[in-house]
């Protein structure tokens, strides 16, 4: 900002604002201080000064939550300054406002109200400029008042219009590079972390207090400091302190610096502080000598795949990335990042509402269990939707689970094959059918599509009841590989059914020590496929032709159906589009 309020004045400090949009600049208009940043102070024009003073007091009784609420009137006070725009030059109003937090890369952000809805509030609330700098299909949010947030394509930004979002990043950071008015940086923003609770249930925190020494550790020979063991019901009552404390014997000790009597620190910690390391643990848990074995972490670490809902997550996988940064920078293990991959799952709902006592809505996961097993349920849940996706109660059936599964079952029930059986022998289209499911299997659960697993497994379950009614019967080698098979699958989400089949089928070990399924590439190719033959665009035949059929073969296929024929009895064929194996188009 300049020293003066004129925004002629160039002279003055320099002040860094930290921005994830640059391609946004062009649509600055105006900067934004936090109200309790140092710089707010330090920057005010005097005759600004007690306002600035009276607002920062009004400040102080909100929290970090209600300052960034989104339906918060918006307040501020000039601070009586302009500031540059590092890459147009132009001179910008310095506000001070309570939206924006301290913490927050410098405290000083540049405002692009047309992009930004806390900044359009503002803008609107103190009549400022609103400049679009981004087409993205949407009206002007100087008439609508709801800023545009897509990455769009710039526009109203001199050598950035007409670049997307990423190449005018780029771009924008080029040009103030060059210029020396600012330069690509990576900001991370960490808060501290109260980590004690007044509660018996943690870790306590190895820490002695004396009278003499301070605050003094727990030497390593001592750790882990365990919990006290006679502590029981109403002892762990709240009571206004740590329940810890009433433990006056394991409270007391001596202090390892000087020997003199001393306490114990009463709190506990945060069980964040345990989930945000154990995974660490998990490689060799009988350990007792340290809290990992460094090889085994190297051999099997970093975890492959983190799943957990969202809330959960954004806590837990902020608390473990750091516990695992510092790790690394001690040199106590050799990565830097605790998960390969996240997966957020959704959540289970109840007539489009999240259940919640007040509401009314929940439902009895005992009942449910109780009324129609613990296989039936969870299949229905993997069934209801990928995970990420949530799962509305009201719309599932873990009735029709349950007969599923009975209809699965029966399948190994009913099958007669030998075990030793030559499954080559067995009936070919059905072969095709459970080594086709098996290969979509594999490729489902990569790209964790459960639920489509699910289905594949109901068709081909379909596929040998009919086989064993109406087909190959009972005693087809066949039969026994895709039931087998059937029951491989479903021991994903339905162990208990699925060990039953196993052991119908003749089996003597648990079907989890069952090897994978062995797909057959030869099995994959299909001898036959199903043409669609179109009439102006609608299905009117379908035809079971060879996979290799030619154009021409395909077409004369079309053209003796007999429903085509009565279709084109008094129609003129104007034209035949063939893409064989798959579909006839006949154009009238």
């Known amino acids: 900002p300049a020293e003066g309020a004129d925004p002629e004045d160039t002279s003055g400090r320099t ?3 930290f921005t994830t949009r640059p391609d946004t600049l062009h649509g600055a208009t105006f900067c934004v201080v936090a109200a309790d940043a140092a710089i707010a102070q330090e920057i005010v024009a005097p005759e600004h000064a007690d306002a600035l003073a009276a607002y920062r007091e009004d400040v102080k009784a909100l929290s970090d939550i209600e300052r960034q609420a989104s339906d918060r009137e918006k307040t501020g006070v000039f601070l009586g300054r302009y500031a540059v725009n590092p890459l147009t030059g132009e001179k910008l109003p310095v506000w001070a406002s309570d939206y924006v937090l301290a913490d927050y890369g410098t405290g000083v952000i540049m405002a692009v109200p047309a992009h930004d809805q806390r900044d359009l509030d503002f ?7 609103v400049r679009a700098v981004l087409d993205t299909g949407e009206e002007d949010p100087a008439s609508t008042g709801v800023a545009t947030t897509g990455d ?6 001199g050598p950035l219009n007409g670049l997307s979002k990423a190449e005018a990043v780029a771009k924008a950071i080029e040009i103030v590079t060059e210029a020396g008015t600012g330069e690509h940086h990576v900001n991370f923003r960490l808060r501290d972390w109260l980590l004690s609770r007044q509660r018996f249930w943690g870790a306590p925190i190895p820490i002695v207090h004396c009278p003499s020494c301070g605050e003094v550790p727990v030497p390593e020979d001592q750790l882990p400091v ?16 740590s329940p810890l404390a009433a433990a006056s014997d394991w409270v007391t000790v001596a202090c390892p610096a000087c020997g003199g009597q001393a306490t114990r620190d009463t709190d506990t910690m945060d069980t964040f502080v345990d989930s945000s390391w154990y995974y660490l643990r998990y490689a060799s848990p009988h350990d007792d000598a340290a809290p990992f074995d460094r090889a085994e972490v190297d051999r099997w670490l970093p975890v492959d795949q983190y799943v957990g809902g969202v809330e959960h997550a954004i806590l837990h996988l902020l608390y473990s990335r750091f516990f695992t940064k510092a790790l690394y920078d001690f040199g106590l293990i050799g990565f830097q990042e605790p998960f390969k991959a996240l997966l957020n799952q959704g959540q289970v709902l109840n007539g489009g509402k999240a259940m919640s006592k007040s ?12 009324e129609f097993g613990v296989d039936a349920v969870r299949l229905t849940m993997v069934f209801a939707s990928p995970p ?3 799962v509305d109660w009201a719309d599932v059936s873990p009735q029709g689970a349950q007969k599923f599964l009975a209809r699965a079952w029966r399948l190994a029930k009913d099958c007669t094959a030998a075990r030793d059986a030559d499954v080559t022998t067995g009936d070919q289209a059905l072969r095709r059918a459970t080594h086709k499911t098996v290969a979509d299997a594999e490729q489902l659960l990569d790209a964790h599509k459960f639920n489509v697993v699910i289905a594949r497994t109901m068709e081909l379950v379909n596929t040998v009841r009919k086989a064993i009614d109406a087909g190959c019967g009972p005693a087809d080698p066949a039969v026994r590989e895709a039931t087998e098979a059937v029951a491989i699958l479903l021991s994903l989400v339905a162990p208990y059914t699925s060990e039953d089949m196993w052991h119908l089928l003749g089996h003597e070990d648990s079907v989890v020590r069952a090897p994978w399924p062995i797909v057959d590439p030869a099995l994959l190719v299909e001898d036959t496929v199903t043409a669609i033959v179109q009439i ?5 035949d379908r035809l079971q032709v060879p996979a290799d059929i030619t154009d021409e073969d395909l077409e004369a296929a079309a053209m003796g159906s007999v429903a085509v024929q009565r279709l084109l009895s008094e129609a003129t064929v104007r034209k035949v589009i063939v893409r064989a194996p798959k579909l006839v188009n006949i154009v009238v």
């Open 388 to 390: 990420e996706d949530d």
């Open 359 to 370: 509401l009314g809505n929940g439902v009895d996961l005992g009942e449910q269990l109780d």
């Open 536 to 540: 102006k665009g609608k299905v009117r």
């Open 15 to 17: 002040v860094t604002v």
């Open 226 to 241: 365990r919990l006290p063991e006679d502590l029981r019901g109403e002892q762990l009552a709240p009571k206004g302190r």
């Open 123 to 129: 803008a609107r609330a103190f009549d400022l400029p």
């Open 152 to 157: 769009g394509t710039l526009i109203n930004s």
